[in-house]
Nanobody, 115 residues
Framework: QVHLVESGGGSAQPGGSLRLSCAAS????????MGWYRQTPAKERELVAV???????NYADSVKGRFTISRDNAKNTVDLQMNSLKPEDTAVYYC?????????WGQGTQVTVSS
């Protein structure tokens, strides 16, 4: 059974930093894509950043230069380092794992940026 466990959400002030982590267990095949998405009550779920197994990355324009995604293929983990946080980064952040057969989502972790 596949489990995605997210951690690291919470509150930060504008300009602050948070680091999100996601650990995937129960996956026996390779994982081509791992990533982070976010959603607010007013918007549909949107891509934040994704990373391929060989390290290629893609970021939303709104987070480029501020967020950094990384992964550990041996541990099946993906992290999101979020710096220079803005109030508009407030959202529920979801980990996404894409194997050759399935797409898996984490349960979501709240990130709140406010002064």
């Amino acid at each position: 059974q596949v489990h995605l466990v997210e951690s690291g959400g919470g509150s930060a002030q504008p300009g602050g930093s948070l680091r999100l982590s996601c650990a995937a267990s129960g996956i026996v095949s390779s994982i081509p894509i791992m990533g982070w998405y976010r959603q607010t009550p007013a918007k549909e779920r949107e891509l934040v950043a994704v990373i391929a197994s060989r390290g290629g990355t893609n970021y939303a324009d709104s987070v480029k230069g501020r967020f950094t995604i990384s992964r550990d293929n041996a541990k099946n983990t993906v992290d999101l380092q979020m710096n220079s946080l803005k109030p508009e980064d407030t959202a529920v952040y979801y980990c996404k794992v894409v194997t050759h057969a399935e797409i898996y989502w984490g349960q979501g972790t709240q990130v709140t940026v406010s002064s």
